[in-house]
């Protein structure tokens, strides 16, 4: 039988969790701190519009882009609208750059930067380097061998620095990108998982070494707008926030 203080042991457990459930459920996405908003950081989706965003070579169109439950959402099945990859309004060279992201089973996208966006360039992802989404459960294994194309990878060029799994699909990752004078970092749910120098001689080696090198511009900018690929599975994104290094 339960005595006085295992009983009060047991509210004052509830009570916490509960709160920590609360807090959960009431914390504001897609808003910056007090503290942020100091260190300089500004939103790039305010959860409510796809405003500072538009279709790759398309401007501001219907697409299969959306926002839902303050998630910007790519539709995978959606009809009669446009298809293509999502392009920030802006430029940025140097920066830190943070979002969340979750992914349907067997999903697979990816966050393009330094994107030079020109007719000439049919794709986002014929200029600007990209960090890989993807659900490494479901997808075969064969694909993540050299881990090069695994989540968080610079992708198709260097395999993860460190290893880590993304959240099971459907569950959110927190995801960052630095850019330092062409110094890229990346990181998945706090773990560094890619760093490259594009102004080196082996960053023009790497991208010799795989289909990229088939297009002569790609990798080559070290500014440039940031991108998130239409893929056919459906990808969402939420807290998504950049910091300008000066």
């Known amino acids: 039988m339960?005595?006085?203080?295992?009983?009060?042991?047991?509210?004052?457990?509830?009570?916490?969790?509960?709160?920590?459930?609360?807090?959960?459920n009431n914390f504001q996405h897609n808003v910056l701190s007090p503290v942020e908003e100091e260190a300089g950081?500004?939103?790039?989706?305010?959860?409510?519009?796809?405003?500072?965003?538009?279709?790759?070579n398309e401007g501001n169109i219907k697409s299969a882009w959306t926002v839902r439950n303050g998630e910007?959402?790519?539709?995978?099945?959606?009809?009669?609208?446009?298809?293509?990859?999502?392009?920030?309004?802006?430029?940025?060279?140097?920066?830190d750059f943070s979002f969340e992201w979750k992914i349907s089973e067997a999903g697979n996208s990816g966050v393009f930067i330094n994107v030079q966006e020109?007719?000439?360039?049919?794709?986002?992802?014929?200029?600007?380097?990209?960090?890989?989404?993807?659900?490494?459960?479901?997808?075969?294994?064969?694909?993540?061998?050299?881990?090069?194309?695994?989540?968080?990878?610079?992708?198709?060029?260097?395999?993860?620095?460190?290893?880590?799994?993304?959240?099971?699909a459907g569950e959110w990752n927190t995801s960052r990108i630095l850019q330092q004078n062409g110094v890229i970092t990346f990181w998945l749910n706090g773990v560094e998982t890619g760093h490259e120098d594009m102004k080196t001689e082996r960053w023009k080696?790497?991208?010799?070494?795989?289909?990229?090198?088939?297009?002569?511009?790609?990798?080559?900018?070290?500014?440039?707008?940031?991108?998130?690929?239409?893929?056919?599975k459906g990808v969402a994104l939420r807290n998504i926030k950049i910091k300008e290094i000066k």
């Open 2 to 24: 339960m005595n006085i203080k295992q009983f009060f042991s047991l509210l004052c457990g509830l009570f916490i969790l509960s709160n920590n459930v609360f807090a959960q």
């Open 205 to 232: 080696q790497l991208i010799a070494g795989s289909k990229l090198g088939n297009f002569p511009s790609f990798g080559k900018a070290i500014q440039g707008k940031i991108a998130f690929q239409d893929w056919s």
């Open 72 to 95: 910007l959402v790519c539709d995978p099945i959606i009809e009669k609208v446009e298809r293509g990859d999502l392009v920030s309004d802006q430029v940025f060279s140097n920066y």
């Open 41 to 56: 950081w500004q939103l790039l989706f305010d959860g409510q519009s796809t405003s500072g965003w538009h279709l790759y």
């Open 118 to 168: 020109s007719p000439e360039f049919p794709t986002a992802w014929t200029t600007g380097p990209e960090y890989q989404l993807l659900d490494n459960a479901n997808v075969p294994k064969e694909y993540l061998e050299s881990g090069k194309f695994s989540a968080g990878c610079v992708y198709s060029l260097s395999p993860l620095l460190n290893e880590v799994q993304p959240k099971p």
